[in-house]
């Protein structure tokens, strides 16, 4: 990541010749400003463009595509190993206590709404990171709770 230096009103003064580290500042701030850097000034969101074009949309869809399960900022449905807990929608959540499941249904699902169960899937293996609920499952005594989760870091 690109530095970010703090350039005094005397360091740019008119008729004056700009030092060499003046320079150097005027070439990088504008990277420093564009990758976050500590100390730099951060661009709000009304200067961004907020115009929705196709290249945006497939930029957004190429990164998304490309997305491993489990990494940050996708979503997975995850249980809740401990029995009898409720999930919380908006509530952050250690993955090492969530893990993958998944949903089953009967072939009489159409007339018997109770075929419906979740099954778990790789239910031996943790979650890395934090995951955010994303909906709510409520306290169901001897069962495990279920919902999508994102995973925020």
Do not use: C, H
Request: aromatic fraction near 8%; glycine fraction near 12%; proline fraction near 2%.
């Amino acid at each position: 990541m690109t530095d970010y230096t703090t350039l005094s009103n005397t360091a740019v003064g008119v008729g004056g010749l700009p030092s060499g580290a003046t320079v150097t500042a005027l070439r990088d701030n504008p990277i420093a400003i564009a990758e976050g850097a500590v100390g730099a000034p951060r661009v709000l969101d009304a200067a961004l463009d907020a115009t929705v074009t196709t290249a945006g949309i497939d930029w957004v869809m190429n990164r998304t595509a490309g997305a491993t399960a489990g990494a940050v900022g996708v979503y997975s449905f995850l249980f809740n190993a401990t029995k009898g807990q409720s999930i919380i929608a908006g509530t952050n959540y250690a993955g090492s206590s969530l893990r993958y499941t998944g949903i089953r249904a009967t072939a009489n699902l159409v007339t018997n709404l109770s075929g419906v169960n979740v099954v778990s899937t790789g239910a031996s293996s943790t979650q890395s990171g934090t995951w955010k609920a994303m909906s709510t499952a409520g306290n169901l005594t001897d069962y495990f709770a279920a919902t999508l989760f994102l995973r925020i870091a």
